[in-house]
């Protein structure tokens, strides 16, 4: 397979605990995304990477969150001392450069007790 | 009031009915217009990808913008069960990078 692929899939973990997801885009794939998505809503633009470099962030993206794209290939994104309201659906997407169309990955769901 | 504003469904129709899924926007700024289905705890697929005003078909998907409206459409034609599932438009503006802005998702109900 070929796609953008996440791990894990499923994350449950109690409040306060560290969390980190990892992303591997399209290979070629230059651009990376990532997002968040709640029940009910559409994706939110959390942060973007092109190549190695953490060019753009969201004012979502709390201090507590942290993403990094060591040597421009993989992704992760971690999250420190989880809160409930930290429940969703990250979404890791990639793109070649010049070219609007993102392609997600299967996400990563967290729950937090 | 949200950039991207789009109906949240459910929209229940019978197979073989025509689709019509719409979205309203508020940033004059977007130029890259796009359609995502997503099925239940799925990531999202790109369906269809529109540049700008026009139409553009592929298959049984129709996309079109008027951006004079801020009003960007999909249409299914003969609709599928397996068509089902929740439909998101995305648009972005011309910064060069692309942060998409998505609708909330309409969630599309299709009965054999």
């Known amino acids: 397979d070929t796609g953008v692929s996440q791990d894990p899939r499923h994350k449950i973990t109690k409040r306060g605990q560290n969390v980190t997801f990892r992303c591997d885009p399209i290979?070629?794939?230059?651009?990376l995304y990532w997002y968040r998505q709640t029940l009910g809503q559409g994706p939110e633009f959390l942060t973007y990477f092109q190549n190695e470099a953490q060019l753009e962030k969201s004012r979502l993206l709390s201090d507590r969150f942290s993403a990094e794209r060591p040597k421009g290939s993989f992704s992760t994104l971690e999250i420190q001392r989880t809160e409930q309201g930290d429940s969703a659906m990250y979404l890791c997407?990639?793109?070649?450069?010049?070219?609007?169309?993102?392609?997600f990955g299967p996400g990563t769901r967290l729950l937090v007790l | 009031q949200k950039e991207v504003e789009q109906d949240p469904g459910p929209l229940s129709v019978p197979e073989g009915a025509i689709v019509s899924l719409n979205c309203t926007y508020s940033n004059s700024a977007f130029q890259y217009f796009m359609w995502y289905r997503q099925y239940s705890r799925k990531g999202p697929e790109l369906l269809m990808y529109t540049y700008s005003s026009g139409n553009k078909e592929d298959g049984r998907f129709t996309a079109q913008v008027d951006k004079s409206s801020k009003y960007i459409s999909l249409f299914i034609r003969d609709s599928q069960p397996s068509d089902s599932a929740t439909y998101l438009c995305a648009m972005s503006d011309d910064t060069g990078f692309q942060k998409l802005v998505f609708g909330t998702g309409t969630r599309l109900l299709v009965s054999p």
């Open positions: 290979s070629e794939h230059n651009r």
């Open positions: 997407a990639s793109s070649l450069p010049q070219q609007e169309t993102q392609y």
